[in-house]
């Protein structure tokens, strides 16, 4: 599977807004794709990573200067309304739709700061759904725009995933989910709790419907539950995940 890269980086105060967070974008990136890689059992291939120091437009227009976004990213309350990135003028900018057409790759990743407006995961194609965010009709083979924040860890972004592969599961074997998110638990809330987030929960439940279980399978830590529930999906749903392009047609 081939990814794009676009890391959005701008220059704040004479420093890029990484450095601002003590982040290496791109060892960041390289850390969550091996992770992916080991969980979803395909090959990922890194394209060459595309910069921009561009903050990007919103859903109504408006574009923060650097000065602005600085003011805010020290001050959430300062944020725009909507914060919603126009995702057009974003897929435009960087020619995604013709791209894709010409099979340059299979899906995009975004790095970029908080109040950037990018959704975890997005769908777009001709025939996208709604994975965790609205779809968007374009003419070419799907494909996802997956949204990471580099203020956030490997974790976060494996959890932003794990949402996409949710939506695709119960959009194309709903049975099998309403099963799955019993047994096994969803992305926040694991088999024996109905707490969002609470990873470390020593309350017993009913692993599979059938053993008394508690975080312990995991070893009570977030991050070792998401991979552990990764894990756990059936292969049929990790292949679905890695190849949205057939996912409208199929049901």
């Known amino acids: 599977m081939k990814i794009l890269p676009i890391y959005i980086n701008p220059v704040l105060d004479g420093k890029p807004l990484s450095i601002h967070y003590g982040v290496k974008i791109e060892t960041l990136h390289k850390s969550v794709l091996k992770d992916l890689q080991k969980l979803l059992k395909i090959p990922l291939e890194m394209l060459p990573i595309e910069y921009s120091t561009e903050i990007p437009v919103k859903q109504d227009g408006y574009q923060y200067s650097n000065e602005e976004y600085y003011s805010v990213i020290k001050d959430g309350s300062k944020h725009h309304e909507p914060d919603i ?37 997005q769908m777009i194609g001709t025939s996208p759904i709604y994975c965790n965010s609205n779809p968007i009709l374009a003419s070419c083979p799907n494909f996802v725009i ?106």
Request: proline fraction near 2%; include cysteine; charge should be negative.
């Open 146 to 251: 997956m949204g990471f924040n580099y203020e956030r860890g490997i974790c976060e972004a494996l959890e932003a995933f794990g949402h996409r592969t949710e939506f695709i599961f119960r959009f194309l074997y709903e049975d099998t989910w309403n099963v799955y998110s019993k047994h096994i638990g969803t992305i926040h809330e694991p088999f024996n709790t109905s707490k969002a987030y609470d990873w470390g929960s020593k309350q017993y439940g009913m692993y599979k419907g059938t053993q008394r279980a508690n975080c312990e399978l995991w070893g009570c830590d977030g991050y070792e539950y998401i991979k552990w529930w990764f894990k756990h999906l059936p292969s049929y749903v990790l292949d679905a995940t890695s190849h949205v392009e057939r996912i409208g047609n199929v049901r």
């Open 85 to 121: 990135f126009n995702h057009w003028n974003f897929i435009d900018k960087f020619h995604l739709v013709q791209r894709r057409l010409n099979g340059e790759f299979d899906e995009v990743h975004i790095y970029g700061g908080p109040f950037m407006g990018f959704h975890e995961s």
